[in-house]
């Protein structure tokens, strides 16, 4: 990162608060966040008050304004989505503008203005997609790839599953229930997600940052059902009185959520101790022994594994 600028969208977040976070221990010369939330914005840059953190109020479905942000960058995170399920299936055009339209944008102006690395982060939801989300998010994944193509900004995908603490993460709205109704509601107790503290995520995307482009990245993850996360928030947040109430599944739901489907298993290599690759070309590297990666076909953490997981997640 030294003396180089960084274009981070939807900076505003947890992910690019932790980003932002670890950017500033480096030598980079500027750190552009770019997000439509003023106040959040304004809150930002406070938080860090650092001169290197420059402040750009704006939108990735304004392809002006993206196009803009991208002048002199050497390197682009994107992370700006319209992610929250719900949302997503209701306002359905909502959706499609940030997560495709803006995604086109983002990779218009990097070619343009001849950034030198597009990192896009995408999510478990867009493998084998049952939500709108995770269809505006697999499109967005092919839109990414298929662009190394043109120019000559590269362009890489890293795929997660859910992070500690971030927006919309069912660990703070546990605690939340717990403190209001002492009452936490899940879902399905059997569901199983992948979970990874924002710390090592960021950590993990700013390794992806160096990796090959045109290929799509995997993080290896830990997973656990989420009726035991569940009892372990009760046990440590809780008491006597706690509660847990299974609702039903809000329809656009997996029981189970994938990273690696069963086609893509056939064409993923194992890259390094963090990381799965996605390649459509052969590479120099050992292939996966397993027929998919799904967050119920590894062994998942036990109570203790969890709440040593909480504890590196600053909860505990």
Not at 295 to 302: A, C, F
Request: glycine fraction near 6%; charge should be neutral; aromatic fraction near 6%.
């Amino acid at each position: 990162m030294e003396n180089e600028t960084i274009l981070i969208t939807g900076a505003s977040g947890s992910w690019g608060n932790e980003l932002i976070k670890q950017l500033l221990t480096t030598n980079v010369k500027e750190i552009r966040s770019f997000a439509r939330g003023e106040f959040a914005q304004v809150m930002l840059a406070r938080k860090f008050n650092d001169p290197r953190l420059k402040i750009i109020i704006g939108d990735v479905r304004d392809y002006s304004a993206v196009n803009e942000a991208c002048q002199d960058v050497t390197t682009l995170y994107h992370l700006a989505a319209t992610k929250h399920l719900p949302i997503c299936e209701q306002q359905p055009e909502e959706a499609i503008k940030t997560n495709i339209n803006g995604t086109i944008n983002i990779i218009k102006a990097a070619i343009g203005q001849n950034v030198g690395k597009v990192v896009d982060v995408s999510t478990d939801k867009s493998c084998d997609p049952h939500s709108l989300y995770g269809a505006t998010k697999l499109v967005g994944e092919k839109l990414v790839l298929n662009a190394n193509k043109y120019g000559k900004t590269r362009f890489v995908c890293i795929r997660s599953g859910n992070v500690l603490a971030t927006q919309g993460s069912c660990l703070p709205l546990f605690i939340q229930q717990i403190n209001t109704t002492n009452n936490i509601l899940v879902t399905d107790r059997t569901m199983t997600r992948y979970f990874i503290t924002l710390p090592e995520a960021i950590s993990l995307l700013l390794t992806a940052s160096n990796a090959e482009e045109g290929n799509l990245f995997v993080t290896k993850m830990p997973s656990c059902t989420i009726g035991d996360l569940a009892e372990v928030v009760k046990t440590k947040f809780g008491n006597a009185g706690t509660t847990i109430t299974e609702i039903g599944n809000r329809g656009s739901e997996k029981i189970h959520e994938k990273l690696i489907n069963s086609t893509e298993a056939v064409n993923t290599y194992v890259y390094s101790p963090e990381y799965y690759v996605i390649s459509d070309k052969p590479l120099n590297l050992p292939k996966v022994t397993f027929k998919e990666y799904g967050s119920n076909t590894q062994e998942l953490m036990n109570a203790e594994q969890i709440e040593d997981m909480l504890r590196a997640g600053g909860f505990l």
